[in-house]
């Protein structure tokens, strides 16, 4: 063993290096390859010629781009702040002291565990208007009881939101409760004796604690909306028309359906370029408030970690 | 301490079942689909219960329902993904540890630099990567293989577990490390006879985030995996389109079932350490 | 849903060493024939196949054509598609081997004489468009692709008969809804939504349908035709049931053998699948051309044939020609799938009525050629995007509808 004759540190590095080179190569590299694809005429593979900024000038002339790039927005905005919002109710409802805590726990979190083609399948079982809930309630008496979100072109887009939520908001819900599980006691009896109303202790004083625990929620959900291409090849295959698409889902489509690599590769840019956005905003959003914070010396604890 | 049941507790407790409802309806809608015949299926509305307990749309689904002109039901599917994900797994967590620990513990110069380069890779679309991966895969002879899908579930899965390995090894006392130098112990004989035994907890949660993760991917197993090795999501959704004559809901229902089984008694039967795993990545992010 | 590739025979080359090389040459065919008539079909080319010494590989994506593609684009990607492919004949085929992806299979086909009663205009379909003499796909079939498939129990129990004219099925659509039926079953995906338009716009007449989509008169792109067609896709949009997203042709064809809707547009692949559903023709369904449809269009079905880097590759491709070429498998194959063989020489004698129709119409000169095979397909593509578009989208009108689809038309071809 010729290790052994290396320092300890030398080891350690070495160790890194092929996880290094897989993600170099893997990652950065593919990406750089992705980036010079996109500025080709590339069909089927990738031999296309020099093109400059034609696909994307394309990709911009196509409707289906702009309803898909415009998708991710409204999903991921009404998705992350439904989730939140209902996780965070959930939350303060379990913190009320309830009975069966540990059965209501188990309920709410076990979609969690479920990937998004089962959530998927699932749920367009239940919102067939042929078969799941319309059906049902008409059959109750309400013939003319509609709830036929997968037809509608302006609405399809919630049917996702509602599995989704369906999917995440108990994680939020786990993640919050522990959260305010953490908070001390003495400042719930210190409010009770100084007669603080709950719902005045809860907006003032304990949310603003949780903040961090929050922004780890909103990155949690981040990466959810990314990887949100198997709901709707689940739901919805993109329709009714392409009102469900998403530029996940277009990158793939033309990737491999169409054949038009160039094109697909020029999509699949400029979701990099809008992750990356929105990374750079978070983490000056992270850095004022870590600023603003440091001013007044107060570091909740992290309630994840519970 | 006893509470009353005041109109708010009792509005509490309203929210709560209705919530709780609003979670169990479509497993609900599942198992009972999936027990029903196609006629009480097509008699009958969504929530009705079944008329008899009939697990024959079970084991259609599990052996004998058709995958385009491949009438073995979804059980290539769970061997496959067993397969997946055994591997998937073992190799990032071991590799995962280790470079958590080099990262924690030992003087590796731009450690910090590392760190961040790996972690800006995991929240990155895949869709940036996909088609350069499937050449690479191609030219290096893994593509459409087991090899392959391996690897691309390492490759985007490791980042986020060497975090969580190296946020676990970084508490650990320094002493410890320099006591087993002292000792004139190595890197690895360190790793494997000091910190590998004290890590039980934190491998328990990175390997649930990692078994989910692989277990519950489509878009992968669908581009890497290649015929003989399709996860179970791909023949899922395989099995699901393929119809022939009357649709068979029940086995479609069945089917999903199962497919959702493994992850939910691993949730079962992990409890508290299934929320540590899966949100294991966002913490210090 | 399976974008997955025949893990190649690459791969298993390379495991198994040259242990097996004296096996029988495998086949690997890529195809989405997975409903129930369709896949006793292609069991007709599969059998075949292993009477003549070949090992089938069976390689289907039941999600469909654009599946199939999707692997298709992978396994050349990769170096390591499935040898055969099937394929609706067309620009595709053109395109793939611009890129020098494909084997020509011509001189091969040629010696054996399998090209010499095949109609001109097919073969052209497998050519690169450029070099008649290079040939890198050979039909099987050809499918009629507007017919009309009705409920005969649904048109007897509303009083009504099968419509000749769309504007004669919108007035029948009413009293069908009123009668407790469906008026049209439609599974509304882009595909079927294209097929659709299409056979409507062959019912604005076969020389309109020239113009627009053969001949590229740019003045068609314009013409009022266009914005009845947009006007008539527009009220058939209305006349379906809440289960129509998303949903696959053969499941709503179900609604027609279960007599619950009046009448799907489908292509010919449509009959076998009834036949294969137990119901009875002329009883229970009943076959005619799209309304106001006076010729046939059709679409050649066949099989394309990627460059393979493995020893018993071409020998594979070799065994699956001599299988699709023999007359006597086309007509099985076609008996079965509801189709006409692609060789004029085969007997068409076991052909269901419905498709007799199809091939006398085709042998008399009505025969027009489907888009698949006269558009690139990335207009196909943006012009599929838009019509999927219009129907889920109501707001849009029939006027903004046809302007649109001009424009894309025009300005891409």
Avoid at chain 1, 40 to 60: A, C, D, H, R, V
Avoid at chain 3, 109 to 127: I, Q
């Amino acid at each position: 063993m010729s290790i052994v004759s290396l320092r300890p540190h030398r080891v350690a590095q070495l160790v890194l290096v092929p996880t290094i080179l897989l993600t170099v190569i893997g990652v950065y590299g593919s990406m750089l390859w992705t980036l010079q694809i996109s500025f080709t005429s590339s069909g089927l593979l990738p031999t296309g010629k020099f093109i400059g900024l034609e696909q994307y000038f394309k990709l911009f002339e196509q409707d289906r781009w702009h309803v898909s790039y415009r998708n991710m927005f409204v999903l991921g905005g009404i998705y992350m702040f439904t989730c939140l919002a209902f996780g965070l109710l959930l939350a303060i409802a379990m913190d009320q002291g309830v009975r069966a805590k540990n059965v209501l726990q188990t309920i709410f979190l076990y979609p969690i565990a479920l990937s998004f083609i089962v959530t998927g399948l699932a749920w367009r079982w239940v919102l067939n208007p042929t078969t799941g809930l319309e059906y049902f309630v008409q059959g109750l008496g309400f013939s003319g009881f509609k709830f036929n979100l997968l037809n509608n072109p302006e609405l399809a887009i919630f049917t996702l939101v509602i599995a989704a939520v369906w999917h995440g908001s108990g994680l939020m819900m786990a993640i919050i409760f522990a959260g305010l599980q953490s908070v001390d006691s003495e400042l719930w009896r210190a409010s009770r004796v100084d007669g603080i109303p709950k719902f005045t202790m809860y907006r003032r004083v304990i949310l603003p604690m949780l903040l961090p625990v929050f922004l780890t929620c909103i990155v949690l959900l981040a990466m959810g909306v990314v990887k949100s291409y198997d709901l709707v090849v689940a739901m919805t295959g993109g329709g009714p028309g392409y009102s469900t698409d998403l530029p996940a889902k277009f990158v793939v489509d033309h990737l491999f359906d169409r054949a038009n690599i160039g094109r697909a590769s020029a999509a699949a840019v400029l979701m990099l370029l809008t992750v990356i956005a929105l990374l750079v905003l978070s983490s000056v959003a992270t850095r004022l408030r870590k600023h603003s914070q440091s001013d007044q010396g107060a570091k909740p604890e992290q309630g994840n970690k519970s | 301490m006893t509470r009353h049941l005041t109109p708010a507790r009792i509005g509490i407790y309203a929210f709560l079942i209705i919530s709780a409802a609003f979670f169990l309806i479509p497993f609900f809608v599942i198992v009972t689909t999936s027990l029903k015949t196609v006629d009480e299926i097509r008699g009958g509305s969504i929530f009705e219960l079944p008329q008899a307990l009939d697990f024959s749309a079970w084991t259609k689904a599990w052996g004998t329902a058709c995958i385009g002109r491949d009438c073995a039901g979804i059980s290539p599917g769970f061997f496959n993904s067993v397969k997946i994900m055994v591997l998937s797994t073992g190799i990032s967590l071991f590799v995962a540890a280790l470079n958590g620990f080099a990262l924690a513990q030992w003087r590796v110069p731009h450690d910090g630099k590392i760190l961040a380069m790996l972690l800006l890779g995991a929240f990155l679309p895949y869709q940036v990567m996909l088609y350069p991966l499937v050449r690479m895969f191609s030219i290096a002879g893994i593509n459409q293989s087991l090899a392959g899908v391996v690897l691309v579930h390492v490759l985007f899965g490791l980042p986020i577990l060497i975090l969580i390995f190296r946020n676990f090894y970084i508490s650990l006392p320094a002493e410890l490390i320099k006591a087993a130098r002292v000792d004139g112990a190595g890197f690895f004989q360190t790793f494997f006879r000091i910190v590998l035994p004290m890590s039980v907890n934190v491998i328990i949660v990175a390997a649930i985030l990692s078994v989910t993760g692989v277990w519950n991917d489509y878009l992968l197993g669908l581009i890497f995996a290649g015929r003989e090795n399709l996860p179970m999501t791909v023949a899922l959704a395989g099995l699901v389109g393929t119809q022939i004559g009357v649709p068979e809901y029940n086995v479609n229902m069945a089917a999903t079932l199962i497919t959702a089984l493994p992850p939910l008694l691993l949730y079962l039967a992990s409890g508290r350490y299934f929320v540590r795993g899966v949100t294991a990545g966002a913490v210090k992010g | 849903m399976s974008k997955q590739i025949g893990l190649g025979v690459l791969c298993a080359v390379l495991m198994s060493g040259t242990a097996f090389a004296q096996s029988a040459p495998k086949v690997e065919v890529l195809h989405w024939l997975t409903a129930g008539a369709e896949s006793a079909a292609i069991k007709v080319l599969a059998d075949g196949v292993t009477a003549r010494g070949g090992e089938w590989v069976d390689v289907a994506t039941p999600g469909g054509g654009s599946d199939a593609r999707a692997l298709l684009a992978t396994g050349l990607a990769g170096g390591n598609p499935a040898g055969v492919s099937f394929l609706g004949m067309g620009t595709e085929t053109a395109e793939l081997a611009a890129q020098g992806v494909m084997r020509d299979i011509g001189g091969y086909a040629r010696e054996k004489g399998y090209l010499d009663s095949v109609p001109d205009y097919a073969l052209a379909m497998g050519t690169d468009g450029t070099d008649d003499a290079a040939i890198y796909a050979l039909p099987v079939a050809f499918e009629t692709q507007n017919f009309m498939w009705y409920s005969k129990p649904v048109y007897a129990a509303a009083g009504l008969t099968p419509p000749t004219t769309w504007d004669e099925f919108l007035a029948q659509a009413p009293k069908l809804r009123e009668a407790g039926f469906i008026p049209l079953a439609m599974g509304a995906q882009a595909w079927q939504i294209n097929l659709l338009f299409n056979a409507i716009v062959l019912g604005e007449g076969a020389p309109y349908y020239d113009r627009l989509f053969v001949t590229h008169d740019e003045t068609a792109t314009t013409a009022p035709e266009l914005v009845d067609a947009f006007r008539i896709l527009r009220e058939l949009s209305k006349l379906t049931d809440d289960g129509a997203p998303n949903r696959s042709w053969n499941d709503t064809l179900n609604l027609v053998a279960e007599g619950r809707a009046a009448l799907q547009v489908m292509g010919s692949w449509a009959g076998a699948e009834l036949g294969n559903m137990g119901k009875v023709y002329d009883t229970d369904w009943g076959c005619a051309l799209s309304p106001g449809s006076p010729i046939v269009m059709v679409g050649a079905t066949g099989f394309q044939f990627p460059k393979l880097n493995t020893p018993d590759g071409e020998a594979g491709q070799d065994i699956f020609i001599d299988t699709m070429m023999d007359p006597v498998v086309q007509t099985a194959f076609s008996v079965q799938k509801g189709s006409i063989p692609a060789r004029t020489d085969a007997d068409i004698s076991g052909l269901s009525a419905c498709s007799q129709l199809a091939a006398e119409a085709v042998r008399d000169g009505k025969g027009a050629p489907y888009t698949t095979g006269v558009l690139g397909s990335e207009v196909r593509g943006l012009l599929t995007d838009y019509l999927n578009n219009f129907w889920a989208n109501g707001s849009i009108t029939p006027e903004d509808g046809a302007a649109e689809y001009g424009r894309i038309l025009s300005a891409n071809s």
